[in-house]
């Protein structure tokens, strides 16, 4: 009889760690979709049907990431491709209102799933009806996770640049930082807590594979997006 009870509480035992694998698989599970897919259900959208081809990079392009929206989270999202239109604003009497973003305040997200255009180009916004310009885009999603409202950029665009890894695991820029010849009238955005900023990164054709990610900085701190498959020509 006790042997038979030892039995049967080993088996308990045993029932017990099986479960609590499960459930702890599970819940990894789920963790790492809400990691890799935060923005899932989100729909983006837009009023245009131009035919979107991909993009081509090189060192000699000058980086462009302005924003497409800022503000709340919200289950469907329109997007506008004309600078100018994008409120969260301050002018440049005010800067320094808002402190720049610490390595910890700002979660970049490159969403794969998803395919956009992309933003008119820096200059033509004031002098053009707003369309998409027709590259294939994923959008990047830039979240204020600190408690404080932000600075995060000025003028049309903000502070990020496209890097990719070489052969050797290093991480490389590929374009050149747009610099303003002038600050004189630039306006600065602003991304309060628990908002969203979103972006455009152009999706590349080429015949080498390699991962792809986004640095923003503005001021000391460097904050990098997650890593994502692509294609460059070398």
Known sequence: MKHLVNIILLLLILTSCQNKKENNGIAKTELKKQISEPYSDLILYDNFDNELILDTIS???ESQFSPVYIGQ??????LCYKTSKIGHRIEDTDWG???????????IFIDTTKTIGFPMWIWEYYKAPEHRVNKKSYPIFIKNQSS???SIGFGDVLPMLTEVKDSIGNWKQVERQFIYDCGTGLTEFYLPPNQIAISALRQ????????FRVRFRLGDNKIYSNEINGK???
């Open 59 to 61: 060192k000699r392009r």
């Open 148 to 150: 404080d409202t932000l």
């Open 232 to 234: 460059i020509n070398n």
């Open 97 to 107: 209102k808002y402190r720049s973003p610490k390595a910890t305040d700002l979660n």
């Open 204 to 211: 590349n054709y080429g015949t080498n594979k390699t991962k």
């Open 73 to 78: 989270i919200a289950d469907s999202i329109e």
